[in-house]
């Protein structure tokens, strides 16, 4: 089975510190991107950052970065500098391939708090 | 932000009666995409459509139908609504078919079934 696990329903930081999330995934795909998306209150799906599997560079994106190890399926997102419009929830996903499309993979999604 | 608009935002609607949530683009994307969110899951592929009249099942279809009878426009039907279909529903976009491209999402519904 292709699955993204998310380990951390819940987590909260304090304004202006660092935190790090979670992620682990299994997919027998070759090549395949990585993607963490934002869920504010608002409800909206907000792309936060992607890593394509074959960089061994890890992606970054102002305050967001990931520590990605390919290996042992790991995609962690480390937010710096932590404000409270990031409060929201979190997810973890993978692209794959359909027979006419993809799809992603999502994990349950981690809540993140910032607190002031 | 990508043109994507979902309606109705919010419907409640009661058990065994038919439902229509309609998902429209402005964007001229030929992928569109319904998921569900539920508690525990994530989001989760219904249906999807890779051109005009061409669709095809996601993970969690049964229940659901789809029709794409113009470019911009992507509607999920529920036939016979019941209360396990009460969720978040969101409809996405993609470009094309490429692993690196991302999917827009529009607002979200929420739907209650009684």
Known sequence: ?116 | DAGITQSPRHKVTETGTPVTLRCHQTENHRYMYWYRQDPGHGLRLIHYSYGVKDTDKGEVSDGYSVSRSKTEDFLLTLESATSSQTSVYFCAISESRSVSDEQFFGPGTRLTVL
């Open chain 1, 1 to 116: 089975a292709q699955t993204v696990t998310q380990s951390q329903p819940e987590m909260s930081v304090q304004e202006a510190e660092t935190v790090t999330l979670s992620c682990t995934y299994d997919t027998s795909e070759n090549n395949y991107y990585l993607f963490w998306y934002k869920q504010p209150p608002s409800r909206q799906m907000i792309l936060v950052i992607r890593q394509e599997a074959y960089k061994q560079q890890n992606a970054t994106e102002n305050r967001f970065s990931v520590n990605f190890q390919k290996a042992a399926k790991s995609f962690s997102l480390k937010i710096s500098d932590s404000q409270l419009g990031d409060t929201a929830m979190y997810f973890c996903a993978f692209m794959k391939k359909l027979e006419y499309g993809n799809k992603l993979v999502f994990g349950a999604g981690t809540i993140l708090r910032v607190k002031s």
